[in-house]
Structure formats: C-alpha cells, structure tokens
C-alpha cells in the first residue's frame, strides 16, 4: 500500500465536477495491497468444485434450475477494485458532465471519495456474484478475493476450505435469484438509472431509492436463507462468527461502513432474513420462493414487517 502515491494520484484529478476514473483507478490501487493470489491446482480445483457442489445443492434444495457464469473468477483486491469501477463508471454517466459546485475543486473530492471508498470495500469483501446490470455482452459474473477470504478465515478461526465452501454457497444463492427472476436484472438496473438520472438533475430520488432498498432487502434475505437451507455442512458457527465480524470495528471503521452504506446492507440482511424466516416457518421454502414469481410479488415496506400480509397478498389460502 503506497498512501503517497494514492495521494499523488487524487491530486492530478480533473477539476471538473465528475470524477476522473483513471485518477481513481490509480489512487484505489495505492492505497491496497493486491494480497497474494499464488493458488496452487489444487486450490484452484477446489474452487470449481465448491462452485458445481453450491449449484447442485441448491437447484435441488429450491427446486429451481438456473445457469452459473462458466468459470469463479479467483481475484486479488486490485482485480476486484478493476471490476467494480468499471461497473461504477457505468452506473454514474449521467453525472460525468454534470458541473461541479466549486470549480476546480468538486471533481477531486468526488474522484477521492470514489477511490477511497472502493478501496476500503476492497480489503472487506470476500465473493460477489454480479448480475453484470449495465452489460450488454455477458449476462453475468462471479467473483471471490481470495486474499481476503484466506484472511477473514484466519480472523475467524475457521478452516479456509469450509468457509471458502460458504462463501460460494452464498454467491450461487444470488445467482439463482437472477436466474429464476429474469426481470430483477432490468428492474433493479431501471432503478439505479433513475436515481442517478435524478441525482444529475439536483433532486433526491426518494421513491426509486426506497424501491431499491426493498429490493436488495429481499435478495440479501433470501440468498441468507438458501444457502444456510442447502449448504451442506454445519454452518452455525459461521453464520455467528461472520454476524460478529459485520457488527464488530473500531470508531474508525464504524463511521466509514455508515459513510459507505455498510450498516444498511446489514440492515437488509438481518431485515430480510427475519422476513423469510416467518414465511418458511407459516407455509415453507416454496412460499417463499413465490417472491421472484413476478415483481409485483416484491414486499410492500409494511409486508416487510408483517410477513403475513404479505402471504395473504401474494400466497392467500383457500377459504374453507
């Protein structure tokens, strides 16, 4: 990690009001270490078969069949902060020629805040299935950063073969939400348009943003509930240990997972969770599954805290 250089790197930011993306590229590489990605061939197998076992066990666990991207893409930190600028440089178009407030001085802070903020996600994250929302030539990816499972595992004491086996459960969980819900690709990928589309305009997108929010509420909960049904090993210990480490940091860190939106990412989890939970316990795993039927089957913000209003809507039982 080179902090002066990643310094060096924001300070030659453009000084328009958009972000400068190659500057960000640059300061996000400074500022992580890449880690080590020297994997043997029979890490690498291990990989693969953890990726065939976590989709067989799940098509039959949900009843469901869905395609998996061909290959796990095994990424240092550095391929994984490549990854995700290129969605964000995407995703934030619409603001590139947007002016700043302060000439001069806007776009810097924005290409700072930028790379600050993938590079801190990149020493955290440990696999992300990416329905690839504003790609038009692959339908989707999944990746895992391998220097940061290996060292979360440690962090945790656990073996790395068993959590690496999680993890990938965990991924190909939302891999199937996307394959059996061909419209939560373009549904999630209209809301985040518009909402960059406004924000481009000077308005706070409030509806569009709560629509989203519900959305990843529902896909963060239910990947939560797929894997812990379908994995197959003890997963106890883990769920509780990595619940621990989400919860856990110093002053420091709890105030960036706040600025980046951490502690509502584990909001959806812990919220969606607790909504599956109550619909698996009142009609079980297939009920549940009726939530990717349709996107009016999406949970209104009141369902969310009465799942049965949400069963009477979507799955009513029959009178008697």
Avoid at 81 to 100: M, S, V
Avoid at 177 to 183: I, L, Q
Wanted: proline fraction near 7%.
């Amino acid at each position: 990690m080179n902090p002066i250089g990643g310094a060096r790197a924001l300070l030659g930011a453009d000084g328009n009001g958009g972000v400068d993306w190659a500057a960000a590229r640059r300061a996000a590489h400074e500022l992580t270490d890449p880690g080590d990605l020297a994997l043997s061939d029979s890490v690498r197998g291990a990989y693969a078969e953890d990726l065939q076992a976590a989709h067989r066990e799940i098509q039959a666990t949900a009843g469901i069949e869905f395609d998996l991207p061909r290959t796990i893409q095994v990424q240092n930190r550095h391929h994984w902060i490549e990854a995700t600028l290129e969605t964000l440089e995407t995703a934030f178009e619409p603001l590139a020629d947007r002016p700043g407030a302060l000439p001069g001085i806007t776009g810097p802070l924005n290409t700072a805040s930028i790379a600050g903020s993938v590079a801190y996600l990149s020493r955290r994250v440990l696999g992300q299935y990416d329905p690839l929302l504003f790609a038009e030539s692959e339908p989707h990816r999944l990746y895992v950063v391998h220097p940061n499972l290996v060292s979360t595992a440690a962090e945790l004491d656990v073996p790395v073969e068993r959590f690496r086996r999680w993890i990938a459960f965990h991924e190909v969980a939302h891999a199937a939400e996307f394959g059996v819900a061909p419209w939560l690709r373009p549904y999630l990928a209209e809301r985040v348009t518009g909402i960059v589309a406004e924000l481009a305009t000077g308005s706070l997108p409030k509806d569009q943003y709560g629509e989203l929010n519900r959305a990843m509420t529902v896909v963060e909960g239910y990947a939560e509930l797929l894997m812990d049904e379908a994995f197959d090993k003890p997963s106890a210990e883990l769920r509780r240990k990595l619940d621990t480490r989400r919860q856990s940091g110093g002053p420091l860190s709890t105030v960036v997972s706040r600025l980046l939106g951490l502690d509502r990412k584990r909001e959806q989890y812990e919220r969606g969770r607790a909504f599956f939970d109550a619909i698996v316990a009142e009609r079980g795993l297939e009920a549940a599954g009726a939530v990717w039927d349709e996107p009016g089957n999406l949970p209104r913000e009141s369902e969310l805290e009465a799942p049965g209003r949400w069963l009477d809507r979507v799955r009513p039982t029959a009178p008697n």
